[in-house]
């Protein structure tokens, strides 16, 4: 059973960085490998601690992250071992539920992440050419619907 609980802080880091590593792996074939590389180098020391960090487990076992800022979902990942199996929605709704989430942004080359918000009732409202450091990977924004 997936049970959903703040983060420990950095101790658990580690773990959450070679979740989003097989994740990534996983899913964002488009990204370059010097980009991927750069942003995995950047987890642990920026991007964790701008966010309030969720974490999925499984039997004690670190299985996904979410995490939140503002009403905005910054960032969810699962072990890609653990792809299918509900994770990604325990997160996504604890976020909702406890952190207000209503926005979010998703690659628009992660055809299967902008499918999986669109089946959970957020709808593009917006798209931009670029991700947040200029990098050349569109982004689509997402916005919670008022029927969901």
Same mark, same amino acid.
């Not at 979902?73 to 909702?96: C, K, N, P, Q, Y």
């Not at 207000?100 to 050419?129: C, I, K, M, W």
């Given at each position: 059973m997936v049970t959903? #609980? $703040?983060?420990? /802080? =950095?101790?658990? +880091? /580690? @773990?959450?960085?070679?979740?989003?590593?097989? @994740?990534?792996d996983a899913t964002h074939t488009f990204l370059a490998a010097a980009d991927r590389d750069e942003i995995? #180098? +950047?987890?642990?020391? !920026? +991007?964790? $601690?701008a966010v309030v960090l969720?974490? =999925?487990?499984? *039997?004690? *076992? $670190?299985?996904?992250? @979410?995490? %939140?800022? !503002?009403?905005?979902?910054?960032m969810l990942f699962v072990d890609a071992a653990h792809r299918g199996s509900g994770i990604g929605t325990a997160l996504l709704r604890?976020?909702? =539920?406890? +952190?207000g989430v209503t926005r979010l942004d998703v690659n628009e080359q992660n055809e299967q992440a902008a499918s999986f918000? =669109?089946? #959970? /009732?957020?709808?593009? %409202?917006?798209?931009?050419? %670029?991700? !947040? @450091?200029? #990098? $050349?990977y569109p982004l689509l924004h997402l916005r919670l619907g008022s029927a969901s």
């Amino acid at each position: 059973m997936v049970t959903v #609980r $703040p983060s420990i /802080g =950095a101790v658990e +880091h /580690g @773990a959450l960085v070679a979740i989003w590593r097989s @994740a990534v792996d996983a899913t964002h074939t488009f990204l370059a490998a010097a980009d991927r590389d750069e942003i995995e #180098r +950047h987890l642990a020391s !920026d +991007h964790f $601690p701008a966010v309030v960090l969720s974490v =999925a487990e499984i *039997d004690g *076992d $670190p299985v996904g992250f @979410a995490g %939140t800022l !503002d009403g905005n979902l910054e960032m969810l990942f699962v072990d890609a071992a653990h792809r299918g199996s509900g994770i990604g929605t325990a997160l996504l709704r604890h976020a909702i =539920a406890e +952190h207000g989430v209503t926005r979010l942004d998703v690659n628009e080359q992660n055809e299967q992440a902008a499918s999986f918000y =669109a089946h #959970r /009732g957020f709808e593009v %409202t917006g798209r931009s050419e %670029t991700d !947040d @450091a200029g #990098r $050349p990977y569109p982004l689509l924004h997402l916005r919670l619907g008022s029927a969901s």
